[in-house]
């Protein structure tokens, strides 16, 4: 098992409240790609995501902090999906590295290839991620992605979790979660939204795949998600790391209260942030500050039927999927805890 | 239908553009300016133009009303109105513009970019955006409408009815302004005027406001489909939104699949489980289903596929139109798999096209694909309601407790063999993607082989096409041969060729395969000049119909990629030429 670096975040951001100013508060070695002027720019300005869009958001923290982590040396395969969208067409064309798009459900596949062709060149300075959104990820790209973690092939697969389809107009994915509504999901009846239960955790099965490296992150603390990415890069073998991006226009939410949702699904235990390696689960983000379901939910049109008085039920049923992830994952603060 | 051609139906209808960025709402304009055509009693086609994004980002809205049926849009436009001029360099080519058109633009939207300018079309600046802030909660979209509507001839009240029921759910907060910028829009004083507007339209039959794809919804259901899986793809995802309450109201099911390959796979069960299955999809979900519909053919498990042709190769232009899926619905298969291959007219005939194609398909135990296209499946259009296909004689069941039971008997003239659902007592087989002997057992015997071959070609070769696997119109020796949506402005086309002493016929074909020979040779009988016009690069019927050995005498072709349309002036253009 290779030796894997000490987290170097030395000042945590739970004390700002925020998550997400506090660069100054660093040595200038620890603070984040996007705060040096060296940094790559990889997806860069200009592209036509929506206001307060998660997944652009986390695309640029997440290859720039790649980018940085292999000396520039990377290259891309993209599933259809919003990200492939919003950042190719003329003149909107964002991407400044090699970038191939792969179709929707391959692009582990192609990653796969660019790795081997790599080997067959002995250019093992040069790195491949793959990345997708949650239906090219859980749904259409789920036989090539297990493919790759199989083989152990050297791509780090990064899936931009907004929970639906919304490229195509917020369809349900295998990762929208339950009672949320999308377009295929029931707008009425006894039990609106998607069903109870059924979620598909990637990031758990991935894990047992046991591959070198699986964790999840969340675009409320880009430090946190910086530091996963830099560690999977520098780390051989199959990665897996799947980003909480909230989306405004499928989940109904405000531009400005991006960030806050992503914060309170973790905070509320919806969505734990999690670190595998070679089939263990070996590290969790605390929750330090716990919140409600409801207070997650609520900004939200997509849960706006879960507050009806007769769907309560629907609202306790979220919460106890919240507590169990917290009960399962150990995920509370407690003094004395590493955070 | 009629087989008259109409000869001058351009000039009977009138053509509006509508442009803005996002928010602007140009479309919401144009879906309240299609419902009052409908209202006021004339008919309607509305095609909506935006980029691939995912919100916001300009959008264009092209629509073609008249007193007859509008089925593709026309050579230009007489009203261009732009809420502003963002972007809208984008849709130059799909406005064609004359110097007879009338552009309405706000002058504080700054000047007329070049590529609209150059058509040299009359300006009317007329102030919306300050019009709009004369009214509380007014915005500049209902001035707009207000000032269409009058210019073509709605009448006001036509317009006002169609904001209050489209807004009545949001309040009076909502309506009032509404109206008032429409009135506002109505009574503004306008320097310039259409040099036609629409006459009365003297009755209001009963008439649909529909998209091909919520048409082709329509026909599934009347053609007895009960169970849809389907997976989200550009253009056709309509299709699954529709159909999954709609199936529910008629006891039916939708089942959203994690990808193409389960989507095809589940119609195959659900049909294999007895239940009248489809799935609708596009060019790239199409390519993946391709595995499971040989199981289909092979198995002899009737599915219908509904594919919204978009651009392409590969994920290609998802968001624009083009009729090159031909090859890969007639060709795409591995081995020899006769099957059938239909293409919708027009959007009235997705929902005729697709339950006749539901009706052939359980009939013949096979896989029937349907074709529309993008523009077929998202433009809106007014129309009659569409008729009832001919009902077949369903699906041939075998009988519980036959005797000695074979799935793939030999016994039947016409090569179609009763299926056993699950469950028919006595009736056990093995429904198999191997090649089989009657019995359903698996055989790599080549007689086997020949004769199950053999038997599923003579299902095929036994379709009636009757009178519908065609629309053939008008005569002359000149002949212009199309399928899907181009048939619009070939029958336009001819009308005008027509009218100028230049008598043409057409030939619009629905049923693509199995073509029915002699019909297609009596259609173009006495042709001296044969085009056949088409909406892809290669010339894809072009060469099928030479594969077929069908053309005779000079034949020439008219194919163009989307995604422009294919306009009735181009084909008059190259007959013109060409004669």
């Known amino acids: 098992m290779p030796q894997l670096p000490e987290s170097k975040q030395k000042v945590k951001f739970y004390q700002t409240g925020t998550f997400t100013v506090g660069n100054r508060l660093l040595e200038s070695d620890h603070r984040t790609v996007q705060a040096t002027i060296d940094r790559s720019n990889s997806l860069d300005s200009g592209h036509r995501a929506c206001q307060g869009c998660g997944e652009a958001l986390g695309a640029r923290f997440a290859i720039d902090a790649a980018m940085r982590a292999t000396n520039n040396q990377l290259i891309a395969a ?30 582990s596949a192609v990653a796969s290839g660019i790795a081997a062709a790599l080997k067959v060149k002995g250019r093992s300075d040069v790195r491949v991620i793959a990345q997708g959104g949650d239906g090219g990820t859980t749904d259409i790209g789920f036989g090539c992605l297990s493919g790759t973690f199989d083989r152990n092939d050297d791509v780090l697969y990064i899936c931009y979790n907004n929970q639906a389809y919304m490229n195509t107009g917020v ?39 046991q591959i070198p490296y699986v964790a999840t992150a969340s675009v409320h603390d880009l430090h946190d998600l910086e530091l996963k990415v830099t560690k999977a890069m520098q780390i051989r073998g199959a990665r897996y790391i799947e980003i909480f991006v909230p989306c405004p226009l499928g989940w109904g939410s405000l531009p400005g209260d991006t960030i806050k949702i992503a914060r309170y699904a973790v905070e509320c235990g919806m969505y734990p942030l999690i670190e595998g390696e070679y089939g263990e689960i070996t590290a969790v983000t605390k929750i330090r500050r716990r919140v409600t379901v409801a207070d997650y939910a609520k900004l939200q049109k997509r849960f706006a039927h879960v507050f009806k008085p007769e769907n309560a039920y629907q609202l306790e049923q979220l919460q106890a999927i919240a507590d169990r992830n917290i009960k399962r994952f150990d995920l509370v603060y407690r003094e004395g805890d590493e955070s | 239908m009629s087989d008259k051609l109409d000869p001058g139906q351009s000039s009977h209808t009138l053509s509006v553009a509508i442009t803005g960025s996002g928010g602007s709402g140009a479309v919401t304009a144009g879906e309240m300016l299609l419902s009052a055509v409908a209202n006021a009693g004339f008919y309607g086609l509305m095609g909506r133009s935006a980029g691939p994004q995912i919100r916001g980002g300009e959008s264009a809205v092209m629509l073609r009303t008249g007193v007859h049926p509008v089925d593709c849009l026309d050579d230009r436009f007489d009203i261009l109105i732009a809420l502003d001029w963002l972007n809208v360099s984008r849709f130059a080519e799909e406005i064609p513009l004359t110097c007879d058109s009338l552009i309405i633009c706000d002058p504080d939207a700054g000047e007329i970019p070049p590529d609209i300018a150059r058509h040299g079309a009359r300006v009317m600046e007329l102030p919306l955006e300050a019009l709009a802030k004369g009214i509380e909660g007014g915005r500049a979209n209902m001035i707009a409408l207000g000032i269409i509507a009058e210019l073509l001839g709605i009448p006001e009240a036509a317009m006002l009815a169609v904001v209050d029921a489209k807004l009545a759910r949001k309040g009076e907060s909502a309506v009032v302004p509404s109206q008032r910028c429409i009135s506002c829009g109505y009574n503004e004083p306008k320097p310039q005027q259409l040099q036609q507007r629409l006459p009365h339209a003297k ?28 997976y989200p793809i550009t253009p056709a995802t309509e299709m699954l939104e529709w159909l999954a309450p709609n199936l529910e109201k008629v006891g039916g099911v939708l089942l959203q699949a994690e990808d193409e390959l389960a989507s095809v796979n589940m119609i195959i069960g659900g049909s294999f489980g007895g239940v009248p299955s489809m799935t609708a999809t596009s060019g790239p979900g199409l390519s993946l289903m391709m595995e499971g519909l040989g199981l289909a053919v092979t198995s002899e498990t009737p599915v219908v596929v509904a594919n919204v042709m978009r651009g392409g190769p ?61 523009f077929l499946g998202q433009a809106r259009s007014v129309i009659d309601p569409p008729p009832a296909a001919p009902a077949g004689p369903g699906r041939k069941l075998a009988q519980p407790a036959a005797e000695n039971y074979q799935r793939y008997t030999l016994a039947d003239a016409d090569g179609i063999s009763p299926m056993a659902i699950p469950g028919t007592e006595g009736c056990l087989y093995t429904a198999d993607g191997l090649e089989h002997n009657e019995r359903g057992t698996p055989s790599s015997m080549p007689q086997d082989h020949l004769l199950q071959l053999d038997k599923r070609r003579r299902k095929l070769a036994a379709v009636d096409g009757g009178e519908h696997w065609a629309e053939v119109r008008g005569s002359g020796d000149i002949c212009i041969l199309t399928w899907g949506s181009s048939s619009g402005a070939a029958f336009e086309a001819a009308g005008r060729l027509s009218a100028m002493g230049k008598p043409t016929r057409v030939v619009a074909i629905r049923l693509l395969s199995p073509l029915p020979e002699q019909p297609m040779r009596d259609a173009i009988d006495g042709a001296a000049r044969t085009l056949v016009v088409e909406q892809n690069h290669a010339g894809q019927l072009f060469h099928y119909l030479h594969s077929l050995n069908l053309l005779h005498g000079e034949v020439r072709k008219l194919a163009k990629p989307g995604p422009l349309p294919i306009r009735p002036g181009e084909i008059v253009n190259a007959i013109l030429e060409w004669i």
């Open chain 2, 314 to 374: 590969s994920t290609g232009i998802p968001t624009k139109s083009e009729q090159s899926d031909l090859n890969i619905a007639l060709y795409g298969f591995h081995g020899d798999a006769p099957h059938l291959v239909l293409a919708a007219l027009n959007i009235r005939d997705c929902a005729f096209t697709t339950e006749w194609a539901v009706h052939l398909a359980e009939a013949l135990q096979t896989v029937a694909i349907v074709l529309s296209d993008q």
């Open chain 1, 171 to 209: 369809q349900r994915s295998s990762a929208t979660p339950a009672a949320a509504r999308t377009a295929t999901t029931q707008p009425v009846g006894e039990e609106p939204g998607n069903v109870f239960n059924t979620g598909k955790s990637v990031p758990l099965v991935a894990i047992a795949h």
């Open chain 2, 203 to 230: 009755d209001r039959p009963v008439r649909w406001n529909i998209s091909g794809n919520e048409a082709s919804g329509v026909g599934a259901i009347r053609g007895g489909v009960r169970f849809v899986a389907a």
């Open chain 1, 78 to 107: 993209n599933a259809t999906g919003c990200l492939e969208v919003f950042t190719t067409p003329y003149p909107e064309t964002a991407w400044s590295i090699p970038w191939i798009h792969s179709l929707f459900g391959n692009a």
